[in-house]
T-cell receptor, first 114, second 114 residues
């Protein structure tokens, strides 16, 4: 069974601080995505990484896919209250999992205080 | 207008009642999914459909059924609701041809079974 473990589960920081969220597995994924979910809403796709070692930047957010395609990290620089939310990672199996289905981590709940 | 819509957004019902949750999409995607989200358990796949004639059980299909009425519509039914089906339910879509299998989520239905 493919599993994705996210850490930390909860993170509460002050505005302006930096943070890193991790997503780890013992399985290889063909691609990995990060989503952000706000209360009362559905998850919204932030980024997809496909190549081992790939780094993508989205303004103050930096996403990295591990060389072996088993793990990923999300780094936020100078966090702002608008970054508050639940961050989910999701992986597609090496051979598409169940024909392309995603496996979701349980999420990291981030709170950024002004 | 939202690309993936879900109705109703909130529903309170009683044990034993039949409930239908509906999902419509204007994205033209061929794949549709139903998930439930519970605190601490993350997103769990209930059913998925790769086209109108292809419907598959997910991780937690017991107590649920689905119908894919058209490419754009995918409904989830609880034949006889029970309290442990109280959860947030999400519909999602994806396109078969994407490399990363990205999914796009609706706003969710909050279901409470008393």
């Amino acid at each position: 069974t493919q599993l994705l473990e996210q850490s930390p589960q909860f993170l509460s920081i002050q505005e302006g601080e930096n943070l890193t969220v991790y997503c780890n597995s013992s399985s290889v994924f063909s691609s990995l995505q990060w989503y952000r979910q706000e209360p009362g809403e559905g998850p919204v796709l932030l980024v997809t990484v496909v190549t081992g070692g790939e780094v993508k930047k989205l303004k103050r957010l930096t996403f990295q896919f591990g060389d072996a395609r088993k793990d990923s990290s999300l780094h936020i620089t100078a966090a702002q209250p608008g970054d508050t939310g639940l961050y989910l990672c999701a992986g597609a199996g090496r051979y598409g999992g169940s024909q392309g289905n995603l496996i979701f981590g349980k999420g990291t709940k981030l709170s950024v205080k002004p | 207008d939202a690309d993936v819509t879900q109705t109703p957004r909130n529903r309170i019902t009683k044990t034993g009642k039949r409930i239908m949750l509906e999902c419509s999409q204007t994205k033209g995607h061929d794949r549709m999914y139903w998930y439930r989200q519970d605190p601490g358990l993350g997103l769990r796949l209930i059913y998925y459909s790769f086209d109108v004639k292809d419907i598959n059980k997910g991780e937690i299909s017991d107590g649920y059924s689905v119908s894919r009425q058209a490419q754009a519509k995918f409904s989830l039914s609880l034949e006889s609701a029970i309290p442990n089906q109280t959860a947030l339910y999400f519909c999602a879509t994806s396109e078969r041809r994407t490399v990363g299998y990205e999914q796009f989520f609706g706003p969710g239905t909050r279901l409470t079974v008393l």
